[in-house]
């Protein structure tokens, strides 16, 4: 069954419009969807419909509310600190993660992150990464879209994630831990962080700064893995351990 996202809807009502235009786009000029098709609804924040459709106009699309159902946000949340990579490479990142799971996603600049976005370039692209995020949600069955921040430089963001998570580090230098290992020892924990570094790795300092911050390194394998890999890896353990 199509799905579509519908932040603006109120699930306790018997009937939503969608008005949103690139979700209206896509289900009149895309799937070209009439009266009486039965569609989903989710709003990226754990609710659900199912409906069907009343009436397709330019404006908005009326869906007669049949069901609807709130899902829990699962724990540990899963937070992505993920260097930029070059290129659309951290919109596949987005992707994958979304459909893995992940809670959040923090973009970050490090000293040898490659990417540097400014001005309407960073507005434009953060819109990007938001829309990429709702698509792979729409097509994972995932009622929750996870929030992207702003990018963050590694100061800051491990400063940042020290207080809210256990934070684990991809390691490729040092003494390193098993990763299902770290996952035994941890006693509940609310939210795990996920460091992934960019290409050429986490400098020495940033490494030391992460584990005075108490992020436990680990391997991921005896491979060298790219970011993009790194992330999928890491998430997928995770997921494995926590939600299978």
């Known amino acids: 069954m199509h799905r ?11 009937q939503i419009a969608i008005t949103n235009k690139e979700e209206l786009h896509h289900l009149r000029n895309v799937l070209r ?16 419909a199912s409906g069907i459709l009343l009436a397709v106009s330019s ?69 990007r990464f938001q829309m990429i995020a709702i698509n792979a949600a729409k097509q994972s069955q995932r009622n929750f879209i996870p929030i992207i921040h702003p990018i963050m430089d590694f100061s800051p963001a491990i400063k940042h994630l020290s207080k809210i998570s256990a934070m684990i580090i991809p390691s490729l230098m040092g003494e390193r831990r098993k990763i299902f290992d770290v996952f035994r020892d941890l006693k509940s924990p609310n939210a795990i962080a ?3 570094g960019p290409e050429g790795d986490f400098t020495p300092e940033e490494y030391c700064q992460a584990h005075k911050s108490g992020c436990v390194p680990v391997t991921l394998g005896d491979t ?7 992330a999928i890896c890491a998430l997928s353990c995770a997921n494995l351990f926590f939600r299978s």
């Open 4 to 14: 579509f996202y519908c932040l603006e809807g109120n699930y306790s009502s018997d």
């Open 33 to 48: 969807l009439k009266k009486e098709a039965h569609i989903n609804l989710f709003n990226g924040k754990g609710m659900e």
């Open 194 to 196: 996920f460091l992934i």
């Open 59 to 127: 404006q908005k699309a009326e869906v007669q509310i049949t069901s609807v159902k709130e899902s829990k946000q699962k724990k540990p949340e899963f937070i992505l600190a993920c260097a930029l990579p070059k290129k659309s490479k951290f919109e596949f990142i987005i992707e994958k993660a979304t459909e893995l799971g992940v809670d959040e996603i923090v973009p970050l600049k490090t000293q040898r992150t490659g990417m540097n976005l400014k001005g309407d370039r960073l507005i434009t692209k953060m819109s």
């Open 224 to 230: 060298v893995l790219k970011v993009e890999t790194a």
